[in-house]
């Protein structure tokens, strides 16, 4: 099935298998934590941020999920690291844009780079959250300089 | 062909949506634990309801108020029949097993409980029977007390029997455990807890469609359950309580139809059953869930025990053979729902990678997150076999099951 495929393309399932900056990031000064109450994904992001020139350090993550939450989250930092926090939210909203628009809408494949992968989750109404769920969380770290707890729910 | 095999294509198109095709692959609904599909003859006496004589019950003279009316109380007998209550008052309609669960909380058991009370429940409890006796707990300074449950999934009944002391006031348990399928000794629960005195509810969500219940001889003061697990519409219930302990509990909800008469100086509660069905009930609800249990009695559950258990058993046996799964929940008596688990796969991934194979499963933590963690799993994958599923579509379960493992390979 071809939609299934893009969704568990090869990116996803390699991420999925060996997660990038996974772990704690005992220095960091951007934290929280999301979860996904209907699946029982769990996530937790680590942001540092250099107050200076406003630039993410370094990001890690933690959790428990599905392979689409944890590619995207896994993803998700890699493309995060060096970029202002205003960068972080426009990643963000394109991000957003990606997983909820209408499939059949012809998507600027080539202009989306990295994030072309989650064009498969569209799709798949049900997994968006999944897919979600580590962006939301990292939005949220930004948003607040304490830990918090973002829960799909709520979106 | 055997007989079950002949029998169950008859059965098979009873239920028009088994016939569809899910991402061009025929449907394989394995989630009967979460809702069952319903019956051609279901649907049809709820459009007849809405043809021919819908209207407001108990209140007009009118005709069609009197063929509703009708209609709404032969269901409340067919039930009591069903689970063989003393009478009809003893049949109480409410929107499902987590109304009816509440209704207890609110109208029986908090008016009796004071501070350093107990309630007792197990730790495979859907979290209608948890969440309802935490809110009484709370307003009332009682505790909640949960029986502990081994590496099968059973109760550990020494264990029950121990918490059951003389702080207890009220036992609430579930016969069948949605998430691991285990069939809990209510039999014996019951006594246990009568022996000392302590009403028992039975939260029959997951065995009222798979097992004959008979609340006399349970003797369960209470028993709730919903009618979409039994082939019947969603939006309907029944509460089922001892009349003695419905004649003097309060109301739950006030309103119409549960009021003999009313003046703003003193209102006159209604009779049973009426007492606790304030408001328009759900009529065509009830007239579905009456047309469901009939439709059962006529399947028989002779057919659906015998059926059900050889789907249990070879869904457990194919299962078993695949190589990084695990079943969780493994106890000696079992009802048809197979929880398991993949090696490096998450559930979620699972229940995509089947849906798209038109195997409809259930992923999640099934509303018993404290099952999930006992188990130290976030999520299961649940399969749940109805008496209208087929060796076949446990073939197709496990095949699709292998594709998954595979591709995470
Ligand atoms: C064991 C058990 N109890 C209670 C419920 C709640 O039933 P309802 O949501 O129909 O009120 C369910 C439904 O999943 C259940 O499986």
Redesign the pocket.
């Known amino acids: 099935m071809e939609e299934l495929k893009e969704l568990y393309q090869q990116v996803i399932l390699d991420h999925n298998k060996n997660p990038r900056n996974f772990g704690e990031l005992p220095t960091c000064n951007r934290h929280a934590e999301g979860h996904n109450p209907l699946c029982g994904d769990q996530i937790e992001v680590f942001i540092l941020v250099d107050e200076d020139t406003g630039k993410i350090e370094d990001v890690r993550f933690k959790g428990a999920g599905c392979a689409i939450s944890k590619a995207s989250a896994s993803i998700m930092t890699t493309l995060l690291k060096g970029k202002t926090i205003e960068e972080a939210r426009k990643l963000f909203e394109q991000f957003h844009k990606v997983v909820t628009s209408d499939p059949s809408s012809n998507t600027d494949v080539i202009n989306l780079g990295k994030l072309a992968v989650f064009c498969g989750v569209r799709e798949f109404p049900a997994r968006v959250k999944c897919a979600s769920l580590a962006w939301h969380t990292m939005l949220n770290a930004l948003d607040n300089h304490t830990t918090t707890k973002v829960s799909t729910e709520q979106l | 062909m055997s007989n079950i095999d002949e029998r169950l294509l008859e059965i098979r198109q009873d239920f028009p949506v088994l016939n569809r095709l899910v991402y061009g692959k025929p449907l394989v609904y394995l989630d009967n ?2 809702t069952t599909q319903k019956p051609k003859c279901v649907i049809s006496a709820i459009s007849d309801y809405y043809l021919n004589y819908n209207s407001n019950i108990h209140r007009g003279v009118h005709r069609l108020s009197q063929e509703a009316t009708d209609e709404y109380e032969k269901s409340r007998k067919i039930i009591k029949e069903f689970i063989n209550a003393n009478n009809t008052n003893e049949i109480i309609f409410t929107r ?4 009816g669960i509440n209704l207890v909380a609110h109208s029986f058991v908090r008016p009796r409980l004071s501070k350093g009370d107990e309630i007792l429940i197990t730790y495979m409890e ?1 979290h ?2 948890i969440v309802p006796w935490q809110i009484v707990c709370e307003e009332t300074g009682a505790k909640l007390v949960v029986a502990p449950i081994n590496d099968a999934g059973e109760l550990i009944f020494e264990e029950f029997e121990k918490l059951l002391t003389e702080r207890v006031k009220f036992v609430s348990v ?1 016969y069948v ?2 998430s691991l399928g285990t069939i809990n000794p209510i039999e014996e629960i019951i006594k246990k807890a009568h022996s000392k005195g302590i009403p028992v509810l039975i ?1 029959a ?2 065995s009222i469609q798979h097992m004959k219940i008979d609340v006399r001889r349970l003797d369960c003061d209470f028993l709730a359950f ?1 009618g ?2 039994i082939y019947g519409p969603t939006g309907i ?1 029944v509460l089922y309580g001892k009349d003695e302990h419905l004649d003097k509990m309060r109301p739950y909800q006030g309103g119409g139809d549960m009021i003999k008469s009313v003046s703003f100086v003193r209102t006159i509660y209604n009779d049973l059953p009426y007492k606790f069905e304030a408001g328009t009930p759900n009529i065509e609800g009830a007239i579905g869930l009456g047309k469901a249990i009939e439709y059962v009695n006529q399947i028989g559950f002779d057919f659906i025990i015998e059926h059900e258990n050889q789907l249990l058993e070879y869904a457990q046996e194919k299962l078993s053979e695949i190589d990084g799964l695990k079943i969780i929940g493994t106890a000696s008596r079992k009802a048809s729902v197979v929880s398991f688990v993949l090696e490096n796969v998450h559930p979620h991934d699972v229940g995509t990678m089947l849906d798209v194979d038109g195997v409809a499963v259930r992923t999640g933590h099934h ?1 018993t997150e404290p099952i999930m963690r006992r188990f130290g799993v976030p999520a299961t994958t649940r399969a749940s076999f109805a008496f209208y599923n087929t060796k076949q579509e446990i073939d197709i379960l496990a095949n699709s099951i292998q594709k998954v493992i595979k591709m995470f390979s």
């Not at chain 2, 499902?96 to 109304?99: F, K, L, S, V």
Request: charged letters at 15%.
């Open positions: 634990a979460a499902g097993t987590t109304e859907h209608s029977n579930v455990s949605n939260d969500a997951q919903s979409h697990k219930g509303c």
